[in-house]
């Protein structure tokens, strides 16, 4: 029997991350959400006004038998860019922030691991501000939002900024793919 856990983080627009998990192998579902706030079952509008503390966020359900969360790490490193404090590009605000939400200490481990090995390796120019903050809880964001970059490609957001990302990723994960 497939063992299923559960991993949480946000880079940035919620759409790119959620197009690209869910395309890989071992992921059973990525779903686009907000987590790390305080306000209880956030609506879309509140969350892009930054004042409810929440992050767009990716759920990420997997089997751990195929995918380990160090591997989904190393690849939602790849999807943005932990440099930039409430910034992804254009999308400027706390709910664009990087964060993981570790939901045990081995995946606080794991991403303070990672993230030490990415200092190290000298990738970006910056120091990674990604934050490290313990899981509450996970709110689903609305029906529109799911896949919604798979189902509006030519859409100019998607097109421009979010097409190329998982173009990239596709060729560096190839072997990952569904």
Not at 114 to 120: A, M, S
Request: proline content about 3%; charged content about 20%.
């Amino acid at each position: 029997m497939a063992k299923t856990k559960i991993a949480t983080f946000g880079g940035g627009c919620f759409w790119c991350i959620e197009a690209a998990l869910n395309q890989v192998r071992g992921v059973i579902k990525a779903t686009s959400g907000f987590s790390g706030g305080h306000r209880a079952n956030p609506t879309y509008e509140q969350v892009i006004t930054g004042v409810s503390g929440h992050a767009e966020v990716v759920q990420v359900e997997y089997n751990s038998d195929l995918l380990s969360f160090e591997q989904l790490l190393n690849m939602f490193f790849q999807l943005h860019d932990p440099t930039t404090l409430n910034r992804q590009g254009n999308d400027k605000g706390p709910q664009y922030r990087s964060i993981i939400l570790y939901h045990d200490a081995e995946q606080l481990k794991t991403a303070e691991q990672i993230i030490q090995e990415l200092t190290e390796q000298k990738i970006w120019d910056d120091a990674i501000v990604t934050e490290l903050k313990k899981y509450e809880a996970f709110y689903a964001a609305e029906d529109y939002h799911q896949g919604y970059a798979l189902k509006n490609p030519n859409q100019p957001y998607c097109a421009i900024l979010i097409g190329p990302k998982l173009a990239r990723f596709k060729t560096q994960y190839a072997d990952w793919l569904k």
